[in-house]
Every structure is written in C-alpha cells, then in structure tokens.
C-alpha cells in the first residue's frame, strides 16, 4: 500500500480534522502522478476513485458522505447537509454544486476543496461546531469568495491557508497587478507577479479573522514539483491536490 502524504493542520480543536494533501501515495501515471483527486482533469476515473478512496482509508473519513465542488472561480459558497456529497465522491464523480466554498455542521461530512495553483482554505468557528473549506483563485478572491466562506462559518475560530503558486513563480499582466494591489493592498503585488497567499491573509483578515487565528502551512505548488500539482508548470497537464476538513462525530 503507497503512502499518502500530507500537510497537516496544526492547532485544529478536539474532533475537528483538517489537511492538505500531496501528490503522493496514489495510483495514476503520467502527469496525474501518483494523488490526483481531480476529475476534469483528463485522468482515468478508474484512478480517481482508487485514490478517493485511498484517503479517505488513510484519514479516516466517510468517502460516501464526502462533498466536493465544480469549481467556477466565482464567490458562491453552498451549505452541505448530512448526506454530504450522497455518494458522487466515490460514484459518478460528477454532479456536484457549482461554487468555490462550502459549509457544514454535519459531523462526519467532509468537505474537501481542488487546487493547482489557486489557495485551498480551511476553517472551523469559534466553537468547533461548523467547518468550511474554500478555492480561491485570482477570480475568486476578487469576487469575495474568502470573505464569504469567513461569513458562512458565524464566529471564526480558525482558519488554514494550504499551498499555492508562490509570487516567485506567478507573474501576470499589469490590469491584474493594478486590480491586487487595489483589493488587496500594494503587498500583494512583488515586482512582476502577484501573491495569492497574501492577499487570501488580507481578505481573511478584513473579514474579521485575528492573524493568531490564520495558520500558513505554506508551500509553493510551482516550485515543489515532487510534492504538488501546478497546473501553470505544467501548462494544464496535471493533476489535483485537496484542502479537506471535518467533523469527527462522536464515539
């Protein structure tokens, strides 16, 4: 049996679970090697769901209540009930909301967020009572898709920022540099490229998250080849890693 490979989330209250993956410890080949978890992404499904199903053995969460998203590069964020994603993790593959965000007090659901590049985001509230996980690409954070995840959790306890292209690996044109800086403040912008890790701490700051609050487990997704995907790197032929969080129910 490989073994998968995580960043865990430190500081997590009692029965709350968060981490994310890499690309190692799972069965597809090629550009998809070896922890992809995406599904629009050209991979083998066969893969897929061998590898859903490797993590959620290996952590230790329900991979028919799990719940994840089409992503839209958008603000949506969607409330996820009991049966979680109803068995589409693991099954059809397909079928999921639309949106960049989702919430749930359901214990046992885990929420799990798809990246190459952009910012996965974990967080619980104040009491450990709802957890959320969040995409937020360029597009995203612009639209508000941080703030909104922030919200959706009622009294932040704490949140995670996962890995994500770095600003030594992520220049862009001038309209987007201009639009960062005046979103987030001139830091988010360095030379060339704009930082998405900083801006994410900026939006979940002005949310009303204390930067005690705001764990950054770091890491540049363009920059580690053999621990991450990059969908810039390699210029669309990649895979998937996950931010997931949950609540573990009560034995």
């Not at 979680?84 to 099954?91: D, E, N, R, V, Y």
């Not at 990246?115 to 957890?131: L, R």
């Not at 770091?218 to 080849?225: E, L, V």
Request: hydrophobic share 40%; charged share 20%; net charge negative.
């Amino acid at each position: 049996m490989k073994t998968i490979v995580l960043d865990e989330v430190p500081g997590c209250p009692p029965r709350v679970r968060a981490a994310f993956t890499t690309r190692t410890g799972g069965e597809s080949t090629g550009p998809h090697a070896s922890l992809n978890l995406g599904t629009a992404c050209g991979d083998d499904p066969g893969h897929v769901r061998a590898n859903r199903l490797a993590l959620a053995g290996a952590v230790g969460f329900d991979p028919d209540r799990a719940a994840t998203l089409t992503q839209m590069h958008g603000a949506a964020v969607v409330a996820v009930g009991p049966l979680g994603g109803g068995g589409t993790f693991i099954g059809s593959l397909d079928g999921h909301a639309d949106a960049d965000g989702m919430v749930t007090s359901e214990p046992g659901v885990a929420l799990l967020v798809q990246g190459a590049d952009c910012v996965p985001i974990v967080g619980w509230s104040a009491d450990a009572s709802t957890v959320m996980g969040v995409h937020a690409g360029w597009r995203g954070l612009m639209a508000g898709v941080v703030e909104a995840g922030a919200a959706a959790l009622g009294t932040p306890g704490g949140v995670a920022i996962g890995p994500c292209i770095g600003p030594c690996c992520y220049p862009v044109d001038g309209d987007l540099r201009e639009g960062m800086a005046g979103r987030f403040g001139d830091r988010a912008v360095r030379g060339e490229s704009v930082d998405l890790r900083w801006a994410a701490r900026a939006a979940l700051v002005a949310a009303g998250i204390p930067p005690p609050q705001i764990v950054d487990v770091g890491g540049c997704t363009s920059c580690d080849g053999d621990r991450y995907f990059s969908h810039r790197r390699d210029a669309g032929h990649t895979g998937r890693q996950v931010g997931l969080i949950w609540i573990e129910e009560e034995r």
